[in-house]
């Protein structure tokens, strides 16, 4: 089983930054790649920026040039940062490990972007 952690989220203001954090804990070994997705108020969720173990990255196409997913393997965290803020960024955000035993998932950090 892997245990994730998320904080960051919150209120800003379009054009600004936010940095989401997840952190990992029990089988990390286990883990193969992490993730952010976000779920927007009655839309599906969708993945916004993956990363593997080995740092390969993929990004969302409204995201590129503005997120940037990174891996501190010491600390066991994966973040998100987050620039040039649009309000429809707005959603949910949610930290997902994929594992040898199945995908986890955080329990979601809030972000709202006002125009």
């Known amino acids: 089983q892997v245990q994730l952690v998320e904080s960051g989220g919150g209120l800003v203001q379009a054009g600004g930054s936010l940095r989401l954090s997840c952190t990992a804990s029990?089988?990390?070994?286990?883990?193969?790649?992490m993730a952010w997705y976000r779920q927007a108020p009655g839309k599906q969720r969708e993945v916004v920026a993956r990363?593997?173990?080995?740092?390969?990255?993929s990004y969302e196409d409204s995201v590129k040039g503005r997120f940037t997913i990174s891996l501190n393997n010491a600390k066991n965290t994966v973040y998100l940062q987050m620039n040039t803020l649009k309000p429809e960024d707005t959603g949910v955000y949610f930290c997902a490990a994929d594992s040898y035993s199945g995908r986890y998932w955080g329990q979601g950090t809030q972000v709202t972007v006002s125009s």
């Open positions: 029990g089988r990390i070994f286990d883990i193969t790649a």
């Open positions: 990363i593997s173990m080995g740092d390969t990255t």
